[in-house]
């Protein structure tokens, strides 16, 4: 059986996958293609890139599968959001619904689409409601028999966190929170007020909390009541005259790419400490109603590596997957399963046990675009040998390998590498290459068999969506990749999985003692993590990198 997945909704992180007999074979984020960082559009680069990858006719589709409700089930949310007050009603606010409701409709939800772009396919076209979708993207990829299952996002069409039980290939329903007494609404108004995009820049709240100090009492925006939380939706979407309900309490907005002050940064403590209560709340209510310490985390909210860090270390809980696709982009690795439970069936259940699952380009390929940018590249006979002598003097380099990573995550594929033991790597990697927020943390990837050594609370940790205290006495060995608080947000490379990556580290650690490489996403602020050879140049070019190591070749300035 061959499925197609594919998520689209008209607001964020588009993306498709495709899988045969159970098993994915390639997944990718329309952002990638279209180079419109979160895009939102019917995702055609993306299923395209999976039919011709898996050499698949879309007639020879057996499901396709949209991991979102059929429109009519998200306008009916709304107007009861409306009815109830728990939704300002405002002239710009029905616009939006309205028009949400009539596009999707127009398009049946995307499959309008499909067929107007690819032609008639035979295939079952299937809406898989969006919380399940998350459900089956943490559980089937997990590896665990049973498990809680936890899904906590911005919105799905009623949904803003849901808890499901996971055992044997079935997914329960457990319980659902509904829109909008939602985690992801509380975080993203927040970010919006401290002056980031919402939906977008939670990470920088994220980054920027541990500058801050406690005293900011949000009390009014969200609790902690006898089961989980509840956040105060109308006051948190409220707004009069211009000014937001949060503004009106903690003073005004920041405006965006201005200073930050200290008020900025105690918010953001609090905002992210409030999350972080809300988030193990409900993680207990899960393992309780469950009664498994088994947990899987998928939805937007499951990005918040500092919170899942404090899930892991709270001792409420055994094991933890998080889709590390946790966003919309990963509700396609859900749909495309969905047909499975068909009949009260069986998920398959096959371990993720890595993200590389978009485009790879051959060494012809890269030696292509290469030529056509004319640039004098060296073939190196040991690519990692030569990356990591490079690392080892102070070099930053942009590394090109193998498939593209699926998730926000670059993971040794798409990645820019520097020396982790020089503590101003940091500023000159974010002031060279990234153009980005001091604040922001850079992240290690080390050796798995090290992991232990240089982190507290250490497992595996391939996807770089948790959180470790870094051991004290190791902070001053990769200054740059440790947090102001002391913890990092590492990826344990294994050699079976990335050997060319693990090779790199290796080496680095032969030459320097330290077998952990500070490793960030190959782009630019603001833009999607490159996807092509030419991507690559394009950006290599555009930034202060020191040299390119792209496939078997090497381009230095
Ligand atoms: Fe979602």
Request: aromatic share 10%.
């Amino acid at each position: 059986m061959i499925t197609l997945g594919f998520n689209y909704s008209q607001m964020h992180d588009s993306s498709a996958c495709i899988a045969r007999d159970g098993e994915l074979l390639f997944a990718v984020a329309e952002e990638r293609i279209s180079r419109i960082k979160h895009d939102a559009g019917f995702p055609r680069h993306a299923i395209r890139a999976c039919l011709e990858f898996a050499k698949v006719r879309p007639d020879q589709l057996d499901f396709i599968c949209q991991g979102w409700p059929a429109p009519g089930k998200v306008f009916a949310t709304d107007l009861k959001c409306f009815l109830r007050g728990q939704y300002p009603i405002t002239y710009l606010n029905v616009l939006n619904s309205a028009r949400l409701y009539a596009s999707m409709a127009h398009q049946n939800g995307g499959f309008r689409s499909f067929t107007t772009l690819f032609g008639p396919t035979r295939a079952q076209m299937r809406f898989v409601d969006h919380h399940l979708a998350h459900a089956i993207s943490a559980y089937a990829y997990s590896g665990f028999d049973d498990a809680a299952v936890v899904v906590m996002d911005g919105r799905g069409a009623w949904e803003a966190s849901s808890i499901w039980y996971g055992h044997d290939g079935h997914l329960d329903h457990v319980l659902t929170i509904p829109w909008p007494n939602s985690l992801g609404l509380f975080y993203a108004q927040f970010t919006q007020y401290l002056g980031f995009v919402p939906n977008s820049d939670e990470w920088k709240v994220m980054g920027l909390a541990p500058y801050g100090k406690p005293g900011v009492n949000l009390n009014e925006f969200i609790s902690l009541n006898h089961e989980s939380y509840r956040v105060n939706a109308p006051l948190l979407l409220e707004r009069s005259n211009g000014t937001s309900a949060i503004a009106k309490q903690l003073g005004p907005e920041r405006m965006p790419e201005s200073e930050i002050d200290e008020s900025f940064k105690n918010v953001a403590f609090a905002v992210q400490d409030a999350c972080e209560a809300a988030m193990l709340a409900l993680v207990k209510l899960a393992t309780q109603k469950t009664k498994c310490r088994n947990v899987c985390l998928a939805g937007g909210v499951a990005l918040n590596s500092k919170a899942n860090g404090k899930i892991l270390a709270s001792g409420m809980i055994d094991k933890i997957f998080i889709q590390p696709a946790a966003s919309d982009d990963g509700v396609a690795l859900g749909a495309v399963l969905a047909p499975y439970m068909d009949n009260g069936g069986r998920l398959p259940m096959n371990p993720l046990r890595h993200a590389y699952l978009g485009p790879e380009f051959s060494d012809s390929e890269i030696e292509k675009a290469l030529r056509t940018y004319k640039l004098r590249a060296t073939k190196l006979d040991h690519v990692a040998a030569t990356t990591a002598e490079m690392l080892a003097a102070g070099k930053i380099i942009g590394w090109f390998q193998g498939r593209m990573e699926f998730g926000p995550r670059a993971l040794g594929d798409r990645s820019i590498l520097a020396d982790p033991r020089d503590p101003e790597m940091n500023a000159k990697v974010n002031n060279a290459v990234k153009f980005r927020e001091w604040w922001r943390p850079f992240a290690p990837s080390m050796l798995k068999e090290v992991a232990g050594e240089y982190l507290e609370h250490a497992c595996d940790s391939p996807f770089m969506i948790l959180t470790n205290p870094v051991r004290p006495e190791k902070r001053s060995i990769i200054p740059s990749v440790t947090h102001v608080d002391g913890s990092a947000r590492p990826q344990t490379v294994e050699k079976d999985i990335n050997p060319l990556y693990w090779n790199l580290i290796n080496e680095f650690g032969k030459r320097t003692g330290v077998p952990v490489v500070m490793n960030t996403s190959f782009n630019l602020r603001g833009e999607a993590i490159v996807n092509t050879p030419t991507d690559a140049v394009r950006t290599f070019f555009s930034s202060g990198m020191d040299a390119l190591v792209i496939g078997s070749y090497m381009v230095e300035k």
